[in-house]
């Protein structure tokens, strides 16, 4: 049996299978093309995948030597939702911040949370008490989850901010309010009486930008189910693309490895809420160890891994040095930052039953976006990919907001449910970015007459190291906290293993200059330890300034890495 193109596969499924049939809708004065049958909220998905997981009784989740049926899953979310209603009193709308590593409490209280009506904010673990000092004044959260680590960092806020804080495994014993004991004794039966619509906020997750500090990008119950089931249409319609043969065995059950930030989209959406409705088992790291990876990935029989490429390439080396090649695997993606293209043909010739694949998204579009895999990966390993149909449009566009011809260099621009509300308390930040439903992402790049779009540059000023954003105006700014710097300028500089990371040249005070240890010491505390330079240049005298007199960031660049 000849198998169908992917475009030909997707538009037979929507036309012939109910849950992915297509119509309009009207969100916000645009109109959208959306998924027609599929729950409306995150927190429908709940009942809406129990039969996807053998009516609840199938292994689910997995933590080290702590494992949930679904069943048991989705009664600790229940009994958690009704804690927050009842004992806590929070209310529709009210917003929920949620601060800790990837311990499975993060999964409950997401869905927890979007079950009570509430919106989850997704609080980053590596902040620092500046940092979350800013993050929780701007979303207004005033319950918040979290470990031992970030209790500590927020305890200095509490009284300021009038925070309620909430501790979580090791922060249980920090405070009067545990998790564990306000779940107790609550009913392990769904909330009743929370009306949501399907364009209700579900949550704010930031984003580094341009500006400096970090924004808030609002997702919408929409946008998040929406960019789900585009994942699960792919799902659905592999078997049209590549027809199974007369005696191949039943394919496995999806089982994903979540070894990035949960509070992070890539790990939240395509893994996480993702694996409710495509019926998937998932199992998280304590940390990211390579070496537990595979041991995991061979143990709990994982067939989806996605991760940085920087993971990718640890992945490679541990399966390497172990003698491994991870039979399980079948899907081995990436996302967060451009794989490097060598490292496509050494992956396919270590795990060779896997498809290796890679993808591009952002918070700003919950994650959906471009992607490909297989052989239309191994044969362009500098693209991202396609646009994932069916609900999503693309346009490059000049400067002037004018679409260029194909092949041609443009701001990629994408339309689709899936897209943000908005930058929180950010309304010029939002109307420079969202126009009559179309999100200019900032990426520059090109795209074929086949579709293929290739990335090739980015307008904004992020350094993205190991898919972790960092803008170089919140480098700056910490920089500039020492007495004895004049100005700054970050910027990223290459490295073999996470792509590129922080480097920095300061203009300091005449005979004042300092090693990169030096300034390490002092950012710490003021900056996560990931934003802090890695090499620093010092000069006594002007940074270099291009004709408007701005900084140049590219010359700076440019002249130290000569160096």
């Known amino acids: 049996m000849t198998g169908m193109t992917m475009e030909e596969a997707i538009r037979h499924v929507v036309a012939t299978n109910p849950t992915f049939e297509v119509a309009e ?32 009784a199938a292994e689910f989740l997995v933590y080290q030597d702590e494992r949930w049926t679904y069943d048991e899953f989705c009664a ?25 590593r990837n311990y499975p409490e993060l999964l409950m209280l997401t869905l927890a949370a979007a079950s009570a009506g509430a919106v989850v904010v997704f609080v ?29 960092r927020m ?17 249980e014993g920090m405070t009067d309010h545990a998790l564990a004991a306000l779940a107790a004794d609550m009913p392990d039966a769904p909330v009743e009486g929370i009306t949501l619509d399907t ?78 409705p495509a019926g998937a088992k998932i199992s998280l790291l304590h940390k990211w160890d390579a070496e537990e990876a595979v041991r995991v990935i061979n143990r709990e029989k994982v067939t989806r891994f996605l991760g940085v490429p920087t993971q990718s390439a640890d992945l490679l080396e541990a399966a390497k040095r172990m003698g491994e090649t991870l039979p399980t695997l079948t899907w081995l993606g990436a996302g967060g930052a451009k794989r490097p293209a060598a490292q496509v043909a050494q992956l396919q010739g270590q795990f060779p039953a896997a498809e290796i694949a890679t993808g591009w998204g952002m918070t700003e579009t919950n994650a959906l976006g471009i992607g490909m895999v297989g052989e239309e990966y191994n044969n362009r390993p500098n693209a991202a990919g396609k646009l994932h149909p069916p609900l999503q449009d693309v346009r490059f566009l000049d400067d002037n907001g004018n679409d260029v ?109 300092f090693t990169p240890a030096e300034m390490a010491a002092h950012l710490d505390g003021h900056i996560a330890k990931f934003k802090i330079p890695e090499q620093l240049w010092c000069q006594d005298g002007p940074l270099t300034r291009g004709a408007t007199d701005k900084i140049d960031r590219r010359a700076i660049r440019a002249a130290c890495l000569e160096l």
């Open 25 to 56: 809708a009207d969100v916000g004065g645009v109109t959208y093309r959306t998924f027609k049958n599929i729950p409306g909220t995150v927190a429908a998905l709940i009942p809406a995948s129990r039969a996807q997981h053998d009516n609840g």
């Open 76 to 100: 600790q979310v229940h009994r958690i939702s009704h804690a927050m209603r009842d004992k806590l009193g929070i209310q529709k709308g009210d917003r929920v911040g949620i601060a800790m």
């Open 124 to 152: 980053n673990a590596w902040w620092t008490t500046e940092e979350l000092d800013y993050a929780l004044q701007d979303s207004g959260a005033k319950t918040i989850f979290a470990d031992g680590p970030r209790f500590e």
């Open 155 to 171: 305890l200095p806020l509490q009284d300021r901010l009038g925070l309620r804080l909430i501790g979580v495994r090791d922060g």
């Open 199 to 276: 364009d209700d906020d579900f949550a704010v997750m930031y984003s580094s930008g341009s500006t400096g500090k970090p924004k808030g990008v609002v997702q919408t119950h929409r946008g998040a189910v929406s960019a789900v089931f585009s994942w699960l249409i792919q799902a659905v319609a592999a078997p049209l693309v590549n027809p199974p043969q007369p005696g191949d065995p039943e394919p496995p059950r999806p089982s994903g490895l979540v070894v990035t930030p949960l509070f992070h989209v890539t790990a939240t959406h395509p893994l996480f809420l993702l694996s409710l």
């Open 405 to 513: 011809p194909i092949g041609q260099l443009g701001e990629i621009t994408v339309k689709s449910p899936a897209n943000m509300r908005c930058y929180l308390n950010k309304p010029e930040a939002t109307a420079e970015t969202m126009q009559d439903g179309w999100l200019r992402t900032g990426d520059l790049g090109v795209i074929d007459e086949d579709g293929f779009i290739t990335i090739l540059d980015r307008k904004k000023n992020i350094i993205i190291r190991g898919g972790e954003n960092i803008a170089c105006l919140d480098v700056e700014g910490a920089l500039h906290t020492h007495p004895d710097v004049i100005e700054a300028c970050a910027f990223s500089i290459p490295d073999e293993r996470l792509g590129e990371v922080v480097g920095a040249a300061v203009q300091t005070r005449s005979g004042k200059a």
